[in-house]
């Protein structure tokens, strides 16, 4: 499997299941599209952090707990969201409530923004 193996690890051993979808590198979102197409009822999500472009599932090396993350307060109504698992040739699709007991064990501060209606 493409991505992050110590992702994976930190997923199983917290029984938190998911998607695996392998497909070209994506670098930017306009070619990601065309591999998230197939991939049913999920929502994939943009990465916008002020430097470096990071998955929220690459909070896993953060172990200081430096990044404070926000969220789009619409991805509560939410049933699937989906990430690249720290590399661009692969997307990971979770359910919403495992995502936070995900970010609730990385030990990273986050919180909801209303950032559109």
């Known amino acids: 499997m ?9 997923l199983n051993e917290l029984g938190i299941s998911y998607e695996y ?5 994506a670098p930017t979102i ?5 591999y998230w ?19 929220p599932l690459g909070l896993i090396h953060d172990v200081e707990h430096h990044v404070h993350l926000f969220l789009d ?4 109504n939410l049933p699937k969201i989906s990430f690249h698992p720290n590399e661009n ?17 990385m030990g990273n501060s986050y919180e909801f923004l209303e950032l559109y209606d």
């Open 2 to 10: 493409n991505g992050d193996q110590k992702l994976y690890s930190i």
């Open 21 to 25: 979808h392998e497909h070209p590198p």
């Open 30 to 34: 306009e070619i990601a599209v065309q």
């Open 37 to 55: 197409k197939d991939i049913a009822e999920t929502t994939h999500c943009k990465n916008l952090f002020l430097r470096n472009h990071v998955s």
């Open 73 to 76: 307060e619409n991805l509560k």
């Open 89 to 105: 040739t692969a997307s990971l699709v979770i359910g919403f409530p495992d995502f936070l007991k995900f970010l609730e064990a």
